[in-house]
């Protein structure tokens, strides 16, 4: 004799063929009905399609409810293409018979016409896809983190300087004050995703393809407005066919610099018309062919902006972006890059009096908090003597490059000096300035001489530069996170600016070598790798990039 629950099973079956619902196995996606946990993928074979009634509940053939929930079992698991429809489209009134049940009893064969399959495949179609719509919607709901924004001062984001044509007039004679926002984000390319596939097991592989994240970025974007982006891992085709002419019609005008060689991806820097208009535009390439040092193919970008003040003024804003080599191991390499970054940076920001205009530097520097990389933007020197090149960057907690950096870290046919400008220019701003202390020089040439050779070790620049985030929760000492994927969780990406005197984040004893400067106004708080994991990392289902958005907000002060 069956089992109880077994004969339940039959009778259920047998009992309500006359249903309003259909069970079928060739529908799309498997996500349009689930039940609780998770079973191993393997083939199980389903029943024939069969009418359910409306009030039909699941027979208890595994026992009580609570030894079925965890059985494990899950539908879409090993059935890819089912779907559950709800109601039944073959059938046009309450009363009427399913269409399967009146070819039964008219005695026609099984099979439908042509007709009633078109049609019956076009409202199955229409049903999973609402299903499906449905389902986004709620993983979108409960798979998203908010960030919040964090301000430093009075004014909320919302408020523009100078909306007020009063409040204009009134100003003009005080200080020049702009407001604007910079965003820094790591759209990761997909060919760089689908050649290091290793770092995203834990994605689901629709997550992944391309047509599938690029609204999703698109959306970020739209979302977070800022004034001005900053890109990394712009793919050139993507760009070329859908980026650039997606982010045009959002009012912005972009720059791009794809990599050396045959490097697929490039860095994009992207603003707003109705905020800036273009100066000058100022590709870097890292690649040198006559440098053995210099064989790889990252690539930075340089863009001087004038802001469109609703008042006259010659105030311009230095805009950086770039994106350093990876490798843990070669710190050597990422410190000639970023030298060659600031080289170009110190030749396009100074101004007519001297100074430098202000300057935000943007970018993935493949380095951690707190790396003698990261010192150096911050500080502006570095004595590199007796450093390993495998601790430079701070990736690696145990670094496995540990030969010492040379010295010089370049060799002098770069063109770089050791203070990170190019040598031809700051021979003649030498010549200008020293003409009066000729003898003096010539009388200690030996002793400079040694000096310099002591010196050889330092690098320096003369940008006073602060970070917008902090790279710590002060409330709980939790490191924030920029990058979260299979293999790592830390913050590589930066928004360094130049602060003005009176900025919170003003490096203590640093040189006033700016006109005017940046105040910080507010940024989108980052998050900690433990908040990220609760949405399985990066990418997701609404974050398509294994990196987030950075966003702040400066005002420009103008002296």
Not at 31 to 39: E, N, Q, S, V
Not at 60 to 84: E, K, T, V, Y
């Amino acid at each position: 004799m069956l089992p109880r629950h077994m004969q339940r099973l039959g009778r259920d079956w047998i009992a309500h063929l006359n249903s309003s619902q259909v069970f079928t196995s060739n529908g799309p996606v498997s996500t349009c009905m689930r039940w609780a946990g998770h079973y191993p993928r393997a083939s199980f074979p389903l029943p024939v399609p069969v009418d359910f009634s409306a009030n039909w509940r699941f027979p208890p053939f595994f026992g009580p409810w609570r030894q079925f929930q965890n059985s494990n079992w899950q539908l879409d698991n090993f059935a890819r293409s089912s779907c559950f429809h709800l109601p039944n489209p073959s059938m046009k009134s309450e009363g009427e018979e399913p269409l399967t049940k009146k070819r039964r009893l008219s005695g026609q064969h099984d099979t439908p016409t042509p007709e009633e399959e078109a049609n019956f495949a076009n409202q199955k179609e229409a049903s999973c896809l609402s299903v499906a719509q449905n389902e986004k919607s709620d993983s979108s709901k409960k798979g998203t983190i908010k960030r919040h924004w964090e301000y430093f001062c009075q004014h909320s984001k919302t408020m523009k300087v100078f909306e007020n044509k009063e409040t204009d007039q009134s100003n003009r004679e005080c200080e020049a004050k702009f407001d604007f926002t910079v965003m820094s984000y790591n759209i990761l390319s997909q060919n760089l995703l689908e050649d290091n596939s290793h770092l995203y097991k834990h994605c689901r592989q629709r997550l992944l393809i391309w047509t599938y994240r690029f609204p999703n970025i698109l959306q970020e974007i739209k979302q977070l407005d800022a004034d001005v982006l900053c890109l990394q891992e712009v793919q050139e085709d993507h760009y070329r066919k859908e980026i650039k002419s997606s982010l045009e019609s959002l009012g912005y005008h972009c720059e791009y610099k794809m990599r050396t060689g045959r490097k697929p991806d490039g860095c994009a820097i992207c603003f707003k018309t109705s905020k800036f208009s273009l100066i000058s535009s100022n590709p870097v390439e890292f690649f040198r062919r006559d440098i053995p040092l210099l064989d790889r193919d990252n690539v930075g970008l340089v863009l001087l902006l004038q802001p469109k003040f609703q008042c006259k003024t010659n105030a311009a804003i230095c805009i950086a972006n770039t994106h350093l080599l990876y490798n843990p191991r070669r710190g050597d390499i990422k410190l000639t890059q970023l030298a060659m970054l600031l080289a170009e940076i110190a030749s396009v920001a100074p101004q007519k009096d001297g100074t430098f205009c202000p300057i935000i530097i943007c970018g993935d520097f493949n380095s951690v908090p707190g790396s003698p990389l990261y010192r150096f933007i911050k500080e502006g020197k570095l004595n590199y003597e007796g450093l390993a090149i495998g601790k430079v960057s701070g990736q690696e907690q145990f670094p496995r490059g540990q030969r010492i950096l040379s010295i010089p870290i370049w060799p002098k046919k770069l063109g770089i000096s050791q203070n990170c400008v190019y040598e031809i220019k700051q021979q003649q701003k030498e010549e200008n300035a020293g003409e009066k202390m000729e003898e003096a020089k010539l009388n200690n040439t030996k002793e400079i001489a040694r000096a310099s050779e002591k010196l050889s070790s330092k690098l320096q620049h003369h940008f006073k530069l602060s970070s917008v985030y902090s790279h710590y929760f002060p409330e709980t000492g939790m490191p924030e996170v920029t990058t979260c994927h299979s293999r790592s969780a830390v913050t590589v990406d930066y928004i360094f600016y130049s602060a003005a005197n009176d900025d919170d984040a003003t490096q203590p004893g640093a040189v006033d070598s700016f006109h005017g400067g940046l105040k910080l106004l507010g940024r989108l708080a980052l998050l900690t790798e433990k908040d990220l994991w609760t949405v399985n990392g990066l990418p997701n289902e609404n974050n398509s990039s294994d990196h987030l958005p950075l966003l702040a907000e400066f005002r420009l002060i103008e002296r």
